[in-house]
T-cell receptor, first 111, second 109 residues
Framework: DTAVSQTPKYLVTQMGNDKSIKCEQN?????MYWYKQDSKKFLKIMFS???????INETVPNRFSPKSPDKAHLNLHINSLELGDSAVYFC??????????FGNGTRLTVT | AQRVTQPEKLLSVFKGAPVELKCNYS??????LFWYVQYSRQRLQLLLR??SRESIKGFTADLNKGETSFHLKKPFAQEEDSAMYYC???????????FGTGTRLLVSP
């Protein structure tokens, strides 16, 4: 009964490939996020969706494209992967008055 | 612009010693602040939020608007407190959390 679940947990792929990370939340939250945690543990917001609508889009290369088929899902698709994309990607969700609930993270390694 | 600053990347203490993880923020509106913790190989999770004025796992944090600070404190550190701690500021207008760069707390026996 995991609240925010991400798949896969680990993803190792070569430069130039296209990959997707999936996220699902069963908390009934309206807002979902993608955060990136780099090798220095810096945690930065990438995107936020509210009821399937994009509300936050930080300075992220357009190789990254979020997709929200419904308010319980927010997937992250990455085209033409680069070495610098290696990081841990966290999905999270919340309601206006609740704290962020994070997924376990997806460790992406680009070789 | 909203910003969260955690000046210490690493804080190393002995078990039983007091701990204070510093957090300063800049925000023109009414801030809502949080501390999140990430234990080794676990997900980020909420530790505490300033509006709750609670103590979780012995940790407390007081919002000081004059000093624009929200330092996290614990009187006696335990080894299991070793983790990465993130201070975060919520922008009530845009429903966004901005995180500090994190402080790694290492508690040695």
């Amino acid at each position: 009964d995991t609240a925010v679940s991400q798949t896969p947990k680990y993803l190792v792929t070569q430069m130039g490939n296209d990959k997707s990370i999936k996220c699902e939340q069963n908390l009934g939250h309206d807002t979902m996020y993608w955060y990136k945690q780099d090798s220095k543990k810096f945690l930065k917001i990438m995107f936020s969706y509210n009821n399937k609508e994009l509300i936050i889009n930080e300075t992220v290369p357009n190789r990254f494209s979020p997709k929200s088929p419904d308010k319980a899902h927010l997937n992250l698709h990455i085209n033409s992967l680069e070495l610098g994309d290696s990081a841990v990607y966290f999905c999270a969700s919340r309601d206006p008055n609740s704290p962020l609930h994070f997924g376990n993270g997806t460790r992406l390694t680009v070789t | 612009a909203q910003r969260v600053t955690q000046p210490e990347k690493l804080l190393s203490v002995f078990k039983g010693a007091p701990v204070e993880l510093k957090c300063n923020y800049s925000y023109s509106g009414s801030p809502e602040l949080f501390w999140y913790v990430q234990y080794s190989r676990q997900r980020l999770q909420l530790l505490l939020r300033h509006i709750s004025r609670e103590s979780i796992k012995g940790f407390t944090a007081d919002l000081n608007k004059g000093e624009t600070s929200f330092h996290l404190k614990k009187p006696f550190a335990q080894e299991e407190d070793s983790a990465m701690y993130y201070c975060a500021l919520k922008n009530t207008g845009f429903q966004k959390l901005v995180f500090g760069t994190g402080t790694r707390l290492l508690v040695s026996p």
